[in-house]
């Protein structure tokens, strides 16, 4: 899914809609704006496959769909807008007046009959030309739970401009020591409020797993959706994979002899780091917006805040139930560099 988010002045909305609406059927576009946004598109795909944690992602994520169409989508290696031009964009800009293609949330001090008196005004004019399109149809992931390892491509960039890098060759000094990524994938539940509960557990192992490798690590998580019911784990920068196996060990241990105690408080602080990362977005209109475009996109536009109420309830016994069911060693997929020790 792709986000448009116009913040202005809730008296300024009829206008922004109808600039909008307008820019849609009637702008176009020239061949040196077409060259230029492909360029730009080609660019970013480049420098984000330079990423370590990138590259890995990629092939790990594409070895779970692998034989279906989410395949192509984790393809590292292919062409980004090879034969993109001026002509196969404008056949492509016909395609944004289908109305099907699209959803609206207004968030702030709106009227929902405003709101939707301004829509019906502007983009009403546009038909559906296909049918809205279903997210069910996503195939689910294969994880085969073990240990894999990728071969990065570890790329070495600078600041310096040619000018000033001068006329003599610059030497290369190996290095034997690498900090490469190390990443952690779990199989989310296919429940809503179980998968509500992984995530407040990734989110928790995440703040543990820092505390243990430190700062320097890098350590994130990304967390598991209907779309994609993958969880992750991962530190960016990681000297010896040894020490990040034996950290996992270490907080998932606590973790879990936390949950199993009478006198527990561990409910309250999952529940707090979920509100944290995932409830952060609603301190803004435009986070919200987002939110109510994840749920509109299954049909659930305040999923958000029935997540909420799931994690409010959620006891440790129920967080429990989850860590052994999708944490333990033999539901996880280990991926290190081939250049890690």
Request: aromatic share 10%; glycine share 4%.
């Amino acid at each position: 899914m792709s986000y448009v988010n116009i913040d202005c002045l809730c008296d300024e909305t009829q206008a922004v809609l109808e600039a909008v609406l307008s820019a849609l059927v009637y702008a176009d576009i020239n061949p040196s704006t077409a060259d230029r946004l492909v360029k730009e598109q080609r660019a970013q795909w480049n420098s984000r496959i330079t990423l370590l944690d990138k590259q890995m992602e990629l092939s790990t994520m594409r070895s779970f769909y692998r034989g279906t169409a989410f395949d192509r989508y984790y393809d590292i290696d292919a062409p980004v807008l090879y034969r993109t031009d001026i002509h196969s964009m404008l056949l492509a800009y016909t395609q944004l007046l289908d109305a099907s293609l699209y959803s609206l949330a207004f968030v702030g001090n709106i009227s929902p009959e405003d709101a939707f008196t301004q829509a019906q005004d502007t983009f009403g004019i546009l038909f559906e030309q296909t049918e809205r399109g279903s997210v069910e149809d996503v195939p689910p992931p294969v994880l085969k739970a073990g240990s894999r390892k990728v071969q990065l491509h570890h790329l070495y960039t600078t600041t310096m401009t040619a000018d000033m890098a001068g006329d003599t060759v610059p030497v290369l000094v190996p290095t034997t020591e690498y900090r490469d990524p190390v990443q952690y994938y779990f199989p989310a539940p296919a429940d809503g409020a179980e998968r509500v509960r992984f995530n407040a557990l990734l989110i928790e192992m995440g703040r543990m797993l820092e505390a243990e490798l430190g700062s320097d690590a890098l350590v994130s998580v990304t967390l598991a959706d209907r779309t994609v019911p993958v969880g992750c784990l991962q530190a960016k920068s990681v000297a010896r994979i040894a020490a990040f196996d034996k950290a996992w060990k270490k907080i998932y241990a606590a973790l879990e002899k936390e949950l199993s105690r009478h006198d527990s408080d561990a409910a309250e602080r999952l529940s707090l780091g979920w509100l944290r990362k995932v409830m952060a977005g609603t301190q803004t209109n435009d986070g919200t917006a987002r939110l109510l475009q994840e749920g509109i996109m299954w049909g659930t536009p305040y999923q958000y805040l029935d997540d909420y109420i799931v994690v409010e309830k959620s006891s440790q016994y129920d967080y429990a139930a989850v860590l052994k069911d999708c944490f333990a060693q033999s539901k996880i997929v280990k991926v290190y560099s081939e250049s890690a020790k």
